[in-house]
């Protein structure tokens, strides 16, 4: 089946500095990946709508700038927190749904700011 | 508007036991119907899915679940719990695709052994 694969699981950073987060279609081509954050106990919430080969397309109140999105390939979209403070310390997940299917999600990255 | 509503936060169920999920549904278009379990620190696995057809839909590790259009729900059941079921279950309505993903609040399965 589908498997969306995240990287890193989990990443500690120290305030200030910037995280990259990659999410790839291991066995399928995505033009359209998906990112959300997830809050403990809270269902996820979509930030942005990565697009191949184009600007990502962002939900409101989400700042373009700190969440930095590039989409390079059929099979790549990475996330970027940019001067990262602790309150953006939080779940953060991408999915992709191959043609005509289900989304399916990555594994998740934690991120921890310090 | 577009929504999906999990009227429970939490449930407890005894190992062996029956359960079912609950979760209704506000999707002005034919919905697309999911249900995803989400295990501590991890991400979102696809138990099942309901695009058409066949209204009772089975799903993996024993799930299954029933679209009722005139009641807009999708109720995910599972005739005997494991202890290994324990976690966050996320149901969603939308397009397929997931630029129109709606997600409810969750409901959060605990078992007793």
């Known amino acids: 089946g589908a498997v969306v694969s995240q990287h890193p699981s989990w990443v500690i950073c120290k305030s200030g500095t910037s995280v990259k987060i990659e999410c790839r279609s291991l066995d399928f081509q995505a033009t359209t990946m998906f990112w959300y954050r997830q809050f403990p106990k809270q269902s996820l919430m979509l930030m942005a709508t990565?697009?191949?080969?184009?600007?990502?397309?962002?939900e409101q109140g989400v700042e373009k700038d700190k969440f930095l999105i590039n989409h390079a390939s059929l099979t790549l979209s990475t996330l970027t927190v940019t001067s990262a403070h602790p309150e953006d310390s939080s779940f953060y997940i991408c999915?992709?749904?191959?043609?005509?299917?289900?989304?399916?999600f990555g594994n998740g990255t934690r991120l921890t700011v310090t | 508007a577009q929504s999906v509503t999990q009227p429970d936060i939490h449930i407890t169920v005894s190992e062996g036991a029956s359960l079912e999920l609950r979760c209704n549904y506000s999707y002005g278009a034919t919905p697309y119907l999911f249900w995803y379990v989400q295990s501590p620190g991890q991400g979102l696995q696809l138990l099942l899915k309901y695009f058409s057809g066949d209204t009772l839909v089975q799903g993996i590790k024993g799930f299954e679940a029933e679209f009722k259009r005139s009641q807009s729900s999708f109720n995910l059941r599972k005739p005997s719990v494991h202890w290994s079921d324990a976690a966050e279950y996320f149901c969603a309505v939308g397009a397929s695709t997931g630029n129109q993903f709606y997600f409810g609040t969750g409901t959060s399965l605990t078992v007793i052994p």
């Open positions: 999915s992709a749904a191959p043609q005509g299917g289900a989304l399916h």
């Open positions: 990565s697009n191949e080969g184009s600007k990502a397309t962002y």
